[in-house]
Every structure is written in C-alpha cells, then in structure tokens.
C-alpha cells in the first residue's frame, strides 16, 4: 500500500495527538512527493494548508475538528479528487486514490521554501477573512482555485494548476 506524507508545522503539531504523527519515514517514495501542513482557523474552526513539494499545488481542509484526524486520509483524498474536478484536471480517480494511499503526519522537516510558500498563501487567507467573513460564507474550492493560480519562479512561473496537470501526466494518474 502507498503512503503519502505530510510533514506537520510546529504549530499543528501541538494540536495533532502525538499518536497520530509517525516518527519513521517510509522507505518508499510516493509518486506526488511529500507534502506540508500547518494549521490557520477561520471562525475559530480548524483548518489545514496542506501543500505539495513537488507541483506547490494546495488544499485547504476545512472545519476540522480532533477526532477528523483520525480519518486524515480520507478527508484528504476526498478534497483533492474534489479540487482536481473543480479544477478541470483531467485524471484516473481511482489511480489517484492507489497513488495516494493512506496518509502519514510526521514532524515538521523545516522545508523553508514551502514553510515560505505557506506563510505567502496565509496573508492572502488573511485578507480574505475580511471579505469573506464566517466561516459559512468561504467557498474553499473556489478560493483552492484562486490558491492554485498564482505562478511561482520555482515552477519556471507555471501555476500549481499547471504542474499538478503534468505531475498527473507524467505519473500515468491521467487518461
């Protein structure tokens, strides 16, 4: 079975029950790379910014609440098979499901660039508080959406969008 990894921030990690967060890395690597989480909340309710190091692709996970990580590796696949539909990115579901597997939290591996990149995405989620406002008022598809088109040097100024398309490709996870 595959096994993805999210490499927590400092601050999810005192949140996150120090059961659930692994202290082994698989040998195996995963076909879309590690990727990273931290933690912001909107209305006092959790949510997650997770992103891949590979494509700098992001997910917001939204609403979680304690007892919602033990079930991580389906709320996952599930908002990333979403955001992949709301995107128009085309891809084999269930290779997407095979490829990701179940998921993995292990301590923060201090990846500055992508804990950069993360901090750039939470002043954008930041301002957005306040056009927004609650937390029933976020459409987080569209705003993964809006996360997902903002090009990057990293990626030869391609969007996120762009290389979650060719990862895709490249890893035969598309039709």
């Known amino acids: 079975m595959n096994v993805t990894e999210i490499y927590t921030s400092k601050k999810l990690e005192t949140i996150i029950h120090q059961s659930l967060i692994k202290t082994e890395s698989t040998i195996k690597r995963n076909a879309f790379g590690k990727w990273n989480a931290t933690v912001f909340f909107i209305s006092r309710k959790k949510c997650l910014l997770v992103t891949n190091s590979i494509t700098r692709y992001s997910l917001i996970l939204s609403g979680l609440t304690k007892s919602d990580f033990e079930n991580l ?103």
């Open 73 to 175: 590796s389906e709320i996952f696949i599930n908002t990333f098979i979403d955001q992949l539909k709301t995107e128009e990115i085309p891809f084999n579901e269930l290779s997407v499901r095979t490829l990701i597997g179940k998921i993995a939290l292990h301590k923060t591996d201090n990846d500055r660039t992508i804990i950069g990149n993360q901090n750039y995405i939470l002043r954008y989620i930041d301002d957005w508080k306040y056009e927004f406002g609650s937390f029933e008022n976020w459409d987080f598809r569209n705003i993964n959406k809006r996360l997902n088109r903002v090009p990057y040097k990293q990626l030869g100024w391609l969007y996120p969008k762009e290389r979650m398309k060719i990862l895709l490709e490249e890893i035969k996870a598309s039709p």
